[in-house]
């Protein structure tokens, strides 16, 4: 076992060895760094010394076990792929020959230019039209080919594994363990009804968790960001996260979406049958995403509410109100 397999993820990525791992490739700073929001990953802002043509620049450093490096090489081919339709994406930097992908003691890191912005105004019918059509050109280009080593987001990856995982593991309570065990299998058997109901609907390559938080805007319009969780699925995983309010909302907000989506890319409106259902499983993997990284110090400071009493009869709540959703007509457009 490594000394870093040892530890917590991250416990020996100091400041010191960050640097040192930019400098292995030629990103030369300038001792100045700041940690960005991230909890999957460790992400760096980086000022650079002068003459090295860039203010700063952001280092990602993955999250040990998680992705192979063929899936991480994947995933920038992807965002590349996409730059190179001038698609406005933050795409890796080459760092060594034409690899995106750098490796220094046991971590594994690419650099990215920085591009700053803000979160896009999801209430204005013009940016949503304006996300639509960028949103259809991401999926032109990725219904193009498809994903030789990503995964694709299903019932059995993003449902039925992660309820399975923490059943196992003894994460919830005793006196509601099987309460929640049960509700969540009353919501899968929901979430295959919809999936049934929808039919055999297109899978393509997706950014994955498009939502405004990976979306900075600027007076030029959106730059999309952080396709780590990247994968194959319904075109409609895309767009259900940039829908809030009530249900008349969702159904005004997805039309102007879909009016600039389908300038470039058709919808096929059965998707909308599984809107519910990705919401439902996104729950259920959210809730073992947070139980997986616990022994990462970062997840206990950052969501100290998790795996308290609260927490569960809350997140049994919020299944039963999945339950009774799926089992409504879908959003019309």
């Known amino acids: 076992m490594t000394e870093a397999a040892a530890q917590p993820p991250y416990a020996l990525l100091t400041p010191d060895r960050v640097l040192d791992a930019l400098a292995s490739v030629r990103v030369t700073g300038d001792g100045r760094l700041l940690a960005l929001n991230s909890y999957e990953n460790r992400v760096y802002q980086i000022w650079l010394d002068e003459g090295s043509g860039a203010a700063s620049v952001v280092a990602k450093f993955y999250r040990p076990q998680r992705w192979s490096d063929a899936q991480i090489r ?23 020959g034409d690899d995106t992908l750098a490796r220094f003691d046991d971590f594994r890191f690419a650099v990215y230019p920085r591009c700053g912005g803000r979160a896009p105004e999801l209430e204005d019918r013009a940016t949503l039209e304006w996300m639509g059509r960028f949103i259809g050109r991401i999926h032109a280009v990725g219904a193009a080919v498809r994903f030789a080593e990503r995964p694709a987001l299903d019932i ?31 919501a899968l058997d929901g979430v295959r009804r919809a999936y049934d109901r929808a039919g055999d609907v297109r899978s393509l390559r997706l950014h994955g968790d498009c939502h405004s938080g990976n979306v900075l ?11 780590d969780d990247c994968r194959s699925g319904p075109a409609v995983q895309d767009l259900w996260m940039l829908l809030s309010g009530e249900r008349a909302d969702r159904e005004r907000e997805l039309r102007a979406v879909l009016e600039g989506y389908e300038d470039f890319c058709a919808f096929d409106s059965r998707e909308l049958h599984v809107v519910e259902a990705l919401r439902t499983l996104r729950l259920i993997h959210y809730s ?3 139980a997986r990284r616990w022994d990462d110090p970062a997840f206990p400071a950052a969501f100290p509410w998790f795996n308290t009493q609260r927490y569960w009869q809350d997140r049994i709540l919020e299944l039963r109100e999945q339950i009774a959703a799926m089992d409504e007509p879908p959003l019309e457009v």
């Open 288 to 290: 073992a995403w947070i």
């Open 217 to 227: 805007w600027t007076d030029v319009g959106p730059h999309f960001v952080d396709f």
């Open 156 to 186: 059995r990856s993003f449902g039925e594994e992660p309820r399975e995982w923490l059943l196992a593991h003894d994460f919830l309570p005793s006196d509601i363990g099987e309460t929640w065990a049960g509700v969540s299998a009353q």
């Open 74 to 96: 994947e995933e920038h081919a992807f965002v590349r792929e996409l730059a190179g339709h001038e698609i406005p994406v933050v795409a890796p930097t080459t760092l060594t």
